[in-house]
């Protein structure tokens, strides 16, 4: 059964980057029907998606987050990390890793439902 | 890109429909029948309830869960509503250019 945990510092300071891992077991992200992302929830608000990664290693980012945000995965296949840059007391909330069910629109690769979820690290922004 | 557009909060009697709409636009909803909902509990992980518009991931789903689109704007309906059902719920949509796209969340109260 697959199984995603997120690991990391729950405390970063201003400025500075965030960085977060998510161990998968039971599986690995060597499939290509599937993509593998950060959604994240800030105290008290709604879910907002922070990006994906395909099985080869290509990543999609939020508009919105792009120019801070690095996904990337280890050689195992195993690992997903994140990297969040600048950040500031908004970057402060729960960050899940989840799957996302991958599918074939055309000729090209999109992805739809996220079907497997971590159960999510906090993280706090504060000097 | 906003968000896809929730109601705040519903909440229905045990027993009764509740349905919960979810609005985007032509580019998001409108466009793609990857649209999801989830339900999270206090303090636990988003669980998905529905994929593809209407489809249950499997037979943990109760049927009392079911999924639909008209144009822009999808629903998820609550039948029979129970008391286990007293959740946030979140519908999430493909957004075209290799985006995914929220909804806001709506908090289901059972009276």
């Known amino acids: 059964q697959l199984q995603l945990q997120e690991s990391g510092p729950g405390l970063v300071k201003p400025s500075e980057t965030l960085s977060l891992t998510c161990t998968v077991s039971?599986?690995?992200?060597?499939?290509?029907?599937?993509?593998w992302g950060w959604i994240r929830q800030s105290p008290g608000k709604g879910l907002e998606w922070i990006g994906n990664?395909?099985?080869?290693?290509?990543?999609y980012y939020n508009p919105s987050l792009k120019s801070r945000v690095t996904i990337s995965g280890d050689a195992s296949k195993t690992q997903l990390s994140l990297k969040l840059s600048s950040v500031t007391a908004a970057d402060t909330a729960v960050y899940y890793c989840?799957?996302?069910?991958?599918?074939?629109?055309?000729?090209?690769?999109?992805?739809?439902?996220?079907?497997?979820w971590g159960p999510g690290t906090m993280v706090t922004v504060s000097s | 890109q906003s968000a896809l557009t929730q109601p705040r909060s519903v909440s229905g009697s045990p027993g009764q429909s509740v349905t919960i709409s979810c609005t985007g636009t032509s580019s998001d909803v409108g466009a793609y029948t990857y649209v999801s909902w989830y339900q999270q509990h206090p303090g636990k992980a988003p669980k998905l309830i529905i994929y593809?518009?209407?489809?249950r991931p499997s037979a943990a789903v109760p049927e009392r869960f079911s999924g639909s689109k008209s144009g822009n704007t999808a629903s998820l309906t609550i039948s029979g509503l129970q008391a286990e059902d007293e959740a946030d719920y979140y519908c999430c949509s493909y957004a075209g250019s290799y985006t995914s796209l929220f909804g806001g969340g709506t908090k289901v109260t059972v009276l």
């Open positions: 039971g599986g690995s992200m060597s499939s290509s029907s599937f993509y």
């Open positions: 990664m395909y099985y080869s290693g290509s990543t």
């Open positions: 593809d518009v209407s489809k």
């Open positions: 989840a799957r996302a069910q991958g599918y074939l629109y055309g000729v090209r690769m999109r992805w739809g439902a996220f079907d497997v």
